[in-house]
């Protein structure tokens, strides 16, 4: 497992930021989250939107801290 800096941190946390308000803008399209989907902050994000709407804190949790640590 490779160790995030705290720099790449702040990249990863800006880039869903920015992601969410895009996808928010998009109003949840298929197109929009098929290209959320193809990078780990837009899979970050995505898991955001997606605990909020089904409420699954605990699944969408790991699969934040997963892609937290893949990237």
Known sequence: MKTMTVMAFLVMLVAVIRQSIALAVARHS??????????????????????????????????????????
């Open 30 to 71: 298929p197109l929009a989250q098929a290209q959320l989907a193809a990078t780990p902050s837009g899979r970050i994000a995505l898991h955001f939107v997606c605990a909020w709407r089904d409420h699954k804190f605990q699944w969408h949790g790991r699969g934040v801290v997963r892609e937290l640590f893949r990237a």
